[in-house]
């Protein structure tokens, strides 16, 4: 039962096991996923040419909680949502939308979102997240793969020095105490479930 467990995310055990019932549930999953994603990327502080807000919190959890295919699928929704001028991005549609904004000083970090999803998603799979130091090395590890392609992309529009000034170190210590607050809730929400599964 506890090997079953490890390699099952946390939304899959409450999921119907096959058939077009778990499709409806992971469609509807995917689509609350972008709403959340969307009122985390609205929930920002204005700082330089990018912003903060929860959303990269938001991501850690969705990820953990949906596993890597799901998370994934949800990231792409989210984006298409974006790509098609939906205003779900942060300072949208203020700064733009669609394409145009994707291509912006943004662009970087929305890729990486895809990116950072896949791997917190993969150790969740795994059954990392029921370690909260495990997931923690996880999640700082996709958090810095998503800050370098940020980095990489807004370089190319603002410079290297500017980029790393503004794209990446207002970034770290939010995101590292957003990483903890994600490698603390996840594991204590196992521990719920195997306590109430006696």
Do not use: C
């Not at 990018?50 to 989210?78: E, H, N, P």
């Amino acid at each position: 039962m506890a090997t079953a467990l490890t390699s099952r995310s946390l939304v899959s055990t409450a999921l119907p096991q096959s058939g077009t019932g778990r499709t409806v549930a992971q469609i509807m999953l995917a689509v609350a996923g972008t709403l959340l994603l969307t009122v985390s990327a609205k929930a920002k502080v204005v700082f330089g040419p990018v912003d903060l807000s929860l959303q990269t919190l938001a991501i850690f959890l969705i990820a953990a909680a949906f596993g890597m295919r799901l998370a994934v699928a949800t990231l792409v929704l989210y984006l298409a949502q974006g790509a098609m001028g939906l205003p779900v991005f942060q300072s949208t549609p203020e700064k733009g939308i669609g394409i145009a904004y994707m291509l912006g000083t943004t662009g970087g970090y929305l890729a990486g979102f895809v990116v950072m999803a896949a791997i917190v998603g993969w150790a969740a799979d795994r059954g990392w997240d029921r370690n909260p130091f495990k997931f923690f090395g996880a999640i700082v590890v996709a958090d810095v793969v998503m800050l370098a392609m940020g980095f990489a992309w807004l370089a190319l529009l603002i410079g290297a020095e500017q980029s790393w000034q503004f794209g990446v170190v207002p970034f770290i210590v939010p995101d590292l105490i957003k990483a903890a607050l994600a490698a603390s809730i996840v594991p204590a929400i196992w521990g719920l479930i195997a306590k109430f599964s006696r």
